[in-house]
């Protein structure tokens, strides 16, 4: 008996870590406070980089922008500075981290930007976007789902861009990406308790995600088109652009 229970304990962990839901609860469940120094400091900066290369890829002159699992908002308020006159619409999972972004807004006064409590696929809006955004989604998401809702949103012409972590192929990369997920748990369990779990459990969500083969073959099914695969720091994340 105890051995069959041991064996359902398992099971059941093992479908908590692969439903995107439970994973993103588990992960961002009372760490809003320090999620911009966590975000920074565990990609080594390079979060403020990859955030630049999304706004690069945004339309010019854009009138409407859906930022998915905005989180605190460090992506939203960056296109709120570089797009004034957009208007910006973030959502999110979590009501912990919305509440900073809505703090933000309200501090600097920005009338454009607005936030929504909910899952990214269950979310839909009217109105024809000029782009829909996302970092550290594609993990947690139904990409069929979550795209057949922004084929709808988005209006002809219009940009989806999704950014996400990626499991370096290349061994000595790999290497030393493993090592780095070792000192980040390290860090975790001293200094940052509460992202002990996401630092013990993203290495192996990252390297279990086929989350590219799956964007890429839902895009194809909405007939998406100028599809894009951008790999970036050594392989370690990777952009998904394409227009509708």
């Not at 690069?56 to 960056?78: S, V």
């Not at 979590?94 to 454009?112: H, R």
């Not at 012409?157 to 290349?170: A, N």
Request: aromatic letters at 12%; glycine letters at 6%; one cysteine or more.
């Amino acid at each position: 008996m105890h051995r069959l229970n041991e064996i359902m304990e398992r099971h059941e962990n093992a479908v908590m870590i692969h439903s995107g839901t439970a994973l993103a609860e588990r992960f961002f469940s009372g760490n809003s406070a320090t999620y911009e120094h966590i975000a920074n400091f565990s990609t080594l900066g390079f979060d403020r980089w990859w955030k630049r290369k999304i706004l690069n890829k945004i339309p010019g002159n854009p009138t409407q922008i859906i930022d998915q699992a905005c989180g605190t908002g460090l992506l939203t308020f960056k296109m709120a500075q570089r797009f004034p006159l957009c208007r910006i619409v973030g959502v999110d999972l979590q009501d912990e981290y919305l509440g900073i972004a809505k703090k933000k807004a309200e501090a600097l006064q920005l009338t454009t930007v607005e936030f929504i409590h909910g899952k990214a696929e269950d979310v839909v809006l009217e109105g024809d976007f000029d782009c829909i955004t996302s970092c550290y989604l594609a993990k947690y998401a139904d990409l069929g789902l979550l795209v057949d809702h922004a084929h709808d949103m988005l209006r002809d012409g219009g940009m989806f861009i999704m950014h996400e972590l990626t499991c370096p192929t290349r061994l000595t990369f790999a290497f030393f990406w493993n090592i780095h997920f070792k000192l980040l748990q390290a860090y975790g369990n001293w200094k940052h308790p509460e992202w002990a779990i996401a630092f013990h459990e993203l290495p192996i969500c990252v390297k279990e995600t086929i989350w590219i083969d799956e964007l890429i073959d839902a895009l194809k099914k909405n007939h998406f088109s100028n599809i894009d695969i951008e790999y970036l720091a050594f392989g370690t994340s990777a952009i998904v652009s394409a227009k509708k």
